[in-house]
């Protein structure tokens, strides 16, 4: 198993005033004094805030018809969501690439696939809608404080919290769509003294979609069928299951202390069903012309198996006096992902040598075919992220209408995995 590691430490102190609006023109008038925390890192109204941000809210979502965070963010400006190869989501704010949008939840980075063309293409559907709150986008760069991963822009899903009444609310449904069906159970306990507790759990069905595919290949000089594909493909489907938990302790004190612990975990079993797929092979050594070749199945019944879970847990300590408000916390987040292909396809053993004539004097090119590692009937792959960070901030009132805001984030980013360098990417230590 080879390992990478990353930390980065990073500080900030900026001060705000009193600043300019970038409102979307779709926002409602009454929205423009609604709270979001992502621009600066502090409470602060749309109105006041130096960003172009846009929150959707619950009722946004309930008006959309959204199932899942991709569709409630399918109508915002400047957002695209295009699939990538079917299995996910690019995720590019004012046509960044999906690598320059961060998407974090509750304000923090989740442990997940960091090469440029998988960044964030699988985060969104690893959340459920159903413990959604509001969703707060900023256009624009926000590298001063979250970074170059934030030149794009910022998507913060802010989950729900337990709720502030003395009263324990339950909610259970059940929903189905075109692609997938799901039920939920969430639980508040409400204020029980200085406790308060929630709970939310989802499970949810993808369905089989059959795509059929339906594809040939010809030699380009001697325009002969080479190959072909023919069949139907089912893409990533099977069952999901998340569970969130939050407890919170209030001190009830005069600089209003609270400290809250909460735990994430998350896990899918997905597989992908393929078409078979049919391709000239030669069957033994010699001369191109002599060679025995015939058109058999290099995929067969080809499946795969995808096998992920992750945790996220977190400790926070906050409190407000009439001149400061300040926070410190750490969390860890940990991604685990498994991947296992199976084919029925049978192919000759070895190295096939192929020679194709040339020009004399120059001898025959070798031409060498191994083709147990050109279509494995096996292969297998693993991978863990990890995060582990400790971050805290502090806000100073400076007068009514500035504040100084200064902090720090100490971040570990860990990956294990089976194919991060090397030339034998199947071979496992």
């Not at 080879?2 to 980065?8: E, I, R």
């Not at 915002?76 to 969501?81: A, P, Q």
């Not at 459920?128 to 256009?139: A, G, S, T």
């Not at 120059?362 to 083709?371: E, Q, R, S, V």
Request: hydrophobic share 35%.
């Amino acid at each position: 198993m080879n390992t990478l590691l990353k930390a980065s430490l990073c500080g900030a102190i900026f001060s705000t005033l009193l600043a300019p609006i970038y409102v979307t023109h779709a926002m409602e008038a009454s929205d423009n004094y609604m709270a979001v925390v992502t621009a600066s890192k502090q409470a602060e109204t749309i109105r006041n805030s130096s960003a172009a941000v846009q929150l959707i809210t619950q009722d946004d979502m309930k008006r959309l018809g959204a199932d899942t965070v991709e569709s409630a963010l399918q109508l915002v400006e400047n957002i695209n969501l295009s699939e990538a190869g079917m299995t996910g989501n690019q995720v590019m704010i004012r046509g960044m690439e999906s690598r320059h949008s961060l998407v974090l939840v509750n304000g923090r980075r989740l442990a997940g696939e960091d090469a440029s063309n998988t960044t964030n293409v699988y985060t969104l559907r690893r959340i459920n809608l159903d413990q959604v709150n509001r969703i707060e986008i900023v256009r624009g760069p926000s590298s001063a404080l979250y970074g170059s991963d934030a030149m794009g822009g910022i998507i913060n899903i802010i989950t729900k919290q337990p709720t502030d009444t003395t009263d324990m609310l339950q909610s259970l449904g059940v929903s189905s769509g075109t692609k997938h069906e799901q039920a939920y159970y969430a639980l508040s306990s409400g204020n029980q003294g200085r406790w308060n507790a929630s709970f939310n759990m989802n499970v949810t069905k993808e369905r089989p979609i059959n795509r059929h595919m339906s594809e040939k290949t010809f030699n380009t000089r001697t325009k002969q069928l080479t190959g072909y594909t023919e069949g139907y493909r089912r893409i990533m489907y099977g069952q999901k299951q998340s569970y969130n938990s939050s407890v919170m302790y209030d001190f009830k004190n005069p600089n209003l202390n609270t400290i809250k612990v909460d735990f994430s975990y998350f896990k899918e079993k997905l597989h992908t069903d393929n078409a078979d797929k049919y391709a000239t092979v030669f069957h033994k050594s010699g001369m191109v012309f002599a060679a025995d070749s015939r058109m058999v199945p290099v995929n067969l019944n080809k499946t795969e198996y995808f096998n992920n879970k992750s945790i996220q847990t977190g400790i926070t300590y906050s409190g407000r006096t009439n001149r400061n408000n300040y926070e410190i916390g750490t969390y860890y987040s940990q991604l685990d992902k498994s991947y296992l292909m199976i084919d029925d396809r049978t192919l000759p053993e070895g190295v096939i040598n192929v020679m194709m004539p040339s020009k004399p004097p120059k001898p025959p090119t070798p031409l060498k075919f191994d083709y147990q590692s050109l279509y494995p009937a096996t292969d297998n792959d693993t991978a863990t992220y990890k995060n582990i960070v400790l971050e805290g901030k502090d806000t100073m009132y400076v007068g009514d209408h500035h504040d100084v805001m200064f902090g720090g984030e100490y971040r570990r980013v860990i990956y294990e995995g089976t194919r991060l360098g090397g030339l034998n990417v199947h071979k496992m230590k």
